[in-house]
C-alpha cells in the first residue's frame, strides 16, 4: 500500500532541496523527521512538513504503524519558473529565474517475512497407463 503527500509550488529551487532530501532517503521516515529539525537549511523545514503529512496520512487514513513505514519513493521535480530581469548599465538587463519545485514523497509498509510452503503432493495416487498392444486391435 502506498501512501501519498505532494507539496507544490515551494519557492526553494529543486538543486537545493535534492541537497537535503540525499541526507535522509536511506533512513527510516520517523529517523529522517529527527534528522530534519537539526538541518540548518530552509529546504529541511518544507521537506519536514511534507514527510509529517505522509507519516500522518498513514496512521490516521490506513491505520499503520510509523514504525512500519519506509520510503518507497522523494521525487524532487521541477515547478514553473518565474522570470524576471535586473536593470544594468548601458540601458541593458539582466535575466533572474526564480524557480519553483514540487515534492511528492510516497511511503509503504515494511512487508514481513511470509513462510513460504512446499506445494503438497496430491490425495488421490495417479495410476500408471499402461501401453495397449495395437497388434490385438488390428486382428479382431
Partial sequence: ????????YIRTS???????????RHLPPTEALRQLKFIRKRAATVLYQVINQ???NATN????????LKFK??????????????????????????RT????????AKDTPTQ????TKPSTPVKPTTPTDKSKAKKS
Fill in 54 to 56: 505522509a507519516v500522518s
Fill in 73 to 98: 519513493t522523494i521525487e524532487i521535480n521541477e515547478g514553473p519558473t518565474y522570470k524576471r530581469w535586473q536593470p544594468v548599465s548601458r540601458g541593458r538587463a539582466h535575466s533572474i529565474f526564480k
Fill in 116 to 119: 513460504v510452503t512446499a506445494p
Fill in 101 to 108: 519545485s514540487h515534492i511528492k514523497v510516497v511511503l509503504t
Fill in 14 to 24: 529543486p538543486r537545493k532541496i535534492r541537497v537535503v532530501v540525499d541526507g535522509i
Fill in 61 to 68: 487514513n490506513h491505520k499503520l504503524s510509523s514504525d512500519t
Fill in 1 to 8: 500500500m502506498n501512501i501519498q503527500a505532494h507539496q507544490k
